[in-house]
């Protein structure tokens, strides 16, 4: 049985699409708390929708906004690419380790002295 105040999708759509997909505005004009409009994006396509599109959008946005930094060749722009799309050649901070076909890895402990079963 629901509680307190019950919102339409089409209010809920309505709010998202003036805040432009942001979950926590969008609840501010409702009158809600943000974990009802979360709640309602799974039960919701429609909603979901909504915020798939503008957060899909805000991607677009970013990823143009880099790639005209990379034209510009701005040092970050070049160093973010290269960490992020640049892995598989080599450019990484960190070495990612994984068991056969990515899997896990196995960790075997020895020598501690005492039976880690009990732990």
């Not at 991607?59 to 040092?75: M, N, Y």
């Amino acid at each position: 049985m629901p509680h307190g105040n019950v919102y339409t999708d089409d209010q809920i759509i309505a709010a998202l699409e003036l805040v432009h997909g942001a979950v926590y505005l969008a609840a501010e004009r409702v009158k809600c708390d943000p974990k009802t409009i979360q709640r309602r994006a799974k039960k919701s396509k429609r909603v979901r929708d909504i915020i798939d599109k503008y957060r899909g959008r805000r991607v677009d946005v970013a990823e143009l906004a880099l790639d005209q930094a990379l034209t510009r060749q701005e040092p970050w722009a070049v160093l973010f690419t290269l960490k992020m799309l640049g892995k598989d050649r080599g450019y990484v901070e960190r070495t990612e380790v994984s068991g056969p076909d990515g899997g896990a890895v196995q960790v075997q402990v020895v020598g501690l002295g005492f039976d880690t079963d009990k732990l």
